[in-house]
């Protein structure tokens, strides 16, 4: 579950990145809710887990968070398209 | 313990998107021009500033590079030549490692005993006759 949640959090950061792109703003029409996906799997790893194998989880569901904001912002501010 | 599973998160991500690239590289092979020049995203740099974005003409320039036109690939985009090499470079390396992981991984995984090229690829601190994390 910590692996899931870490792996999740790599790819939203990635396709974050990918969605910086001028013409590729679209992307963060699926990497929105697909980081939103791995923030819920994160939040419910880290109530999960030992309070000493939390790191991951928390890795993971920052990189989610982060992905849904600047996903969220780059999506404003490209006017949902851009 | 943790640096393992972090290492080995790393890697599956890697290759999930190392998937998306093989797509991505495979579709002009397959597809027909008209199909792949509908599926790719319209520029809208091009739409509302009237000028074009960095990644312009990439989708031209890959198609043109699978059918071995690697001129007008470069005067499609510059950086087409350059990004279509780095992905193949890429993919072979994920396939190479892919390999591996599954031909000694899976022992690693399953069998409960140490492994030995693949962890010393992946876990570079792997202990040696040690006992797997796993359990």
């Known amino acids: ?82 | 313990m943790a640096g393992k599973e972090v290492r080995l998160s790393f890697f599956i991500a890697w290759m999930v998107i190392s998937a998306a690239v093989f797509a991505v590289l495979l579709a002009p092979m397959i597809l027909p021009g008209a199909t792949i020049r509908r599926l790719a995203p319209r520029c809208e740099w091009k739409v509302r500033y009237g000028r074009e974005c960095p990644m312009c003409g990439m989708t031209t320039g890959f198609m043109l590079i699978c059918r071995g036109k690697f001129k007008e690939a470069r005067a499609a985009n510059r950086a087409s030549i350059s990004l279509f090499s780095i992905l193949v470079a890429n993919e072979v390396c994920a396939i190479l490692l892919l390999g591996r992981f599954i031909e000694e991984g899976r022992h690693f995984l399953l069998a409960q005993k140490p492994s030995t090229s693949i962890e010393a690829t992946l876990f570079n601190n792997a202990p040696q006759g040690g006992t797997s994390c796993r359990s």
């Not at chain 1, 999740?8 to 969605?19: E, S, T």
């Not at chain 1, 999960?48 to 990189?63: D, L, R």
């Open chain 1, 1 to 82: 579950m910590q692996v899931l949640s870490l792996v999740w959090g790599i790819l939203a950061i990635c396709g974050m990145f990918v969605a910086f792109f001028p013409c590729l703003g679209s992307l963060n029409w699926i990497n929105i809710p697909f980081s939103f996906m791995g923030l819920i799997i994160g939040i419910v790893t880290l109530a999960t887990t030992k309070e000493t194998q939390k790191g991951m989880s928390i890795a993971g569901t920052i990189c989610c968070g982060v992905a849904v904001l600047f996903g969220l912002i780059r999506l404003a501010a490209g006017g949902g398209v851009l």
